[in-house]
């Protein structure tokens, strides 16, 4: 299994995470890539990632939450990270896009670093990695406009939207990326209802980590710490999904790990994490 998507840059992780990787490849993910939602946590990211080659990517970026900060010092940070030696670990220019969900940053400012990053990641030549909450008209209004000239792909992390979201975005030739929200009893009643209109190699999964925690039997008994989603329950998602497309767990873990390492050009990305575990 592919995680394509867990913080693992958060402060949440910073006393076990050599523990929280051991559990994850115990149960069965291969390979984690650690999301950027910032320059220094994408430098982070970067650096994590180094830590366990082969097992361990990033992505490099400014998520919308942190757009008021998105100035040409931010840039120049991604800038030199993407072309800098540590280019090896980086896969995606992301986490960017729009959420006008929780406004941290104003609308202004968050087009403005999404369009910047979207150049970004055509400058670099990588799939962009997006972030879109309750921002459908705008969001998809700049990824119309640009998406023609972006030579990469492009996954919309963490989906929860709609209907008319979900075939807008496959009709753009966009992948989904999806998380333990699929299994939440009242917030993901909708995707479960919708999802069965993604074609199976179009989707990837992910956890989101430390948020999004599946809501299944189970679940609790593999995590450390109370209400911190960790790697080791993508299985839980994985199951979940599958159950939505009425398919088996196993089949949709081989499309999503096929589609995932394509996507992300996980060139000989082993089945076996390879990397010397430390010390937990």
């Not at 990326?177 to 993604?198: F, M, P, Q, V």
């Not at 190699?201 to 989603?229: C, F, S």
């Not at 949709?252 to 390879?274: G, K």
């Amino acid at each position: 299994m592919i995680d394509i998507g867990s913080n693992l840059t958060s402060e949440s992780f910073n006393t076990d995470l050599p523990a929280v990787i051991h559990r994850a490849k115990q149960q069965g993910v291969s390979v984690i890539i650690a999301t950027g939602t910032s320059a220094q946590s994408s430098i982070d990211a970067q650096q994590l990632a180094a830590q366990y080659p082969r097992y361990l990517y990033s992505t490099a970026g400014v998520h919308p939450h942190e757009a008021d900060h998105y100035d040409h010092q931010a840039e120049q940070a991604l800038v030199e990270l993407l072309k800098g030696s540590g280019r090896a670990q980086i896969v995606a220019v992301g986490e960017t896009g729009l959420d006008y969900n929780r406004k941290f940053s104003s609308q202004e400012n968050q087009i403005r670093a999404f369009e910047a990053q979207i150049q970004l990641a055509k400058d670099v030549d990588l799939p962009l990695f997006l972030h879109e909450r309750d921002a459908f008209n705008d969001f998809y209004g700049i990824i119309k406009e640009q998406f023609n000239s972006i030579s990469s792909k492009a996954v919309v992390h963490c989906f929860t939207g709609s209907q008319e979201a979900l075939k807008a975005y496959l009709d753009m030739g966009l992948y989904i990326g999806i998380t333990g929200w699929i299994s939440d009893k009242k917030r993901g009643k909708n995707l479960r209802d919708i999802i069965r209109y993604a074609p199976l190699d179009r989707l990837m999964i992910e956890t989101d980590a430390p948020y999004l925690i599946p809501q299944q039997k189970g679940v609790k008994q593999l995590l450390q710490q109370h209400r911190r989603n960790e790697p080791c329950t993508l299985r839980f998602t994985a199951e979940k999904l599958a159950e939505c497309l009425a398919i088996e767990p196993q089949t949709l873990i081989d499309a999503t790990s096929r589609t995932s390492r394509e996507f992300f050009n996980l060139d000989q990305v082993a089945s076996e994490p390879c990397f010397e575990e430390k010390a937990s």
